[in-house]
T-cell receptor, first 115, second 114 residues
Framework: AQTVTQSQPEMSVQEAETVTLSCTYD???????LFWYKQPPSRQMILVIR??????QNATENRFSVNFQKAAKSFSLKISDSQLGDTAMYFCAFMKHDNNNDMRFGAGTRLTVKP | DVKVTQSSRYLVKRTGEKVFLECVQD?????MFWYRQDPGLGLRLIYF???????EKGDIPEGYSVSREKKERFSLILESASTNQTSMYLC???FGDGLTTEAFFGQGTRLTVV
């Protein structure tokens, strides 16, 4: 089974600064997807960004970008110009490229953005 | 907008009770999932279903069962609730085409077993 590891239980950053959240995963699959989800205090999980493993180019969504290192099985999330609304739990997730696909999550990183 | 609706936001049950957690999605998704969320452990997959009446065990199926009689509804059943099943339960759904990958989540049910 695939495993996802987030080694930073908690992080904090000053408003307007940049922060990077780490994620590593273990798989023997060659084709898969990686995700970062955000869970604010309201508990609603929201997709932040996704990366297809076959794409070499790192995904970017506005202030959010990833550093995908396939050989190292590493998938970090960079948040630029941090905002107070970025305060949330962030989960890294892995999914095989398969029609019957289940998604596996890491333990999460609690990010606090300080004013 | 895609909507995944869980029947209860908060639930308190007694030890030994049979508990039903209901999840309904309105986007005709093939895949539906039940996760359990605990601090420091993240989301752990209990069961998922990729079609009506089909189910697959996740990482922690013990003490749980599921039912999917209709495509839009996926129920999680605790046959005899125990205190170690006190947790946050999240339902999710996604298309099963292997291309559209995003999973959409409900708002969670915080279950307390006393």
């Amino acid at each position: 089974a695939q495993t996802v590891t987030q080694s930073q239980p908690e992080m904090s950053v000053q408003e307007a600064e940049t922060v990077t959240l780490s994620c590593t995963y273990d798989t023997s699959e060659s084709n898969y997807y990686l995700f970062w989800y955000k869970q604010p205090p309201s508990r609603q999980m929201i997709l932040v960004i996704r990366q297809e493993a076959y794409k070499q180019q790192n995904a970017t969504e506005n202030r959010f970008s990833v550093n995908f290192q396939k050989a190292a099985k590493s998938f970090s999330l960079k948040i630029s110009d941090s905002q107070l609304g970025d305060t949330a739990m962030y989960f890294c997730a892995f999914m095989k490229h398969d029609n019957n696909n289940d998604m596996r999550f890491g333990a999460g990183t609690r990010l606090t953005v300080k004013p | 907008d895609v909507k995944v609706t869980q029947s209860s936001r908060y639930l308190v049950k007694r030890t030994g009770e049979k508990v039903f957690l209901e999840c309904v999605q309105d986007m005709d998704h093939e895949n539906m999932f039940w996760y359990r969320q605990d601090p420091g452990l993240g989301l752990r997959l209990i069961y998922f279903s990729y079609d009506v009446k089909m189910k697959e065990k996740g990482d922690i199926p013990e003490g749980y069962s599921v039912s999917r009689e209709k495509k839009e509804r996926f129920s999680l059943i605790l046959e005899s609730a125990s205190t170690n099943q006190t947790s946050m339960y999240l339902c999710a759904s996604s298309f099963g085409d292997g291309l559209t990958t995003e999973a959409f989540f409900g708002q969670g049910t915080r279950l307390t077993v006393v």
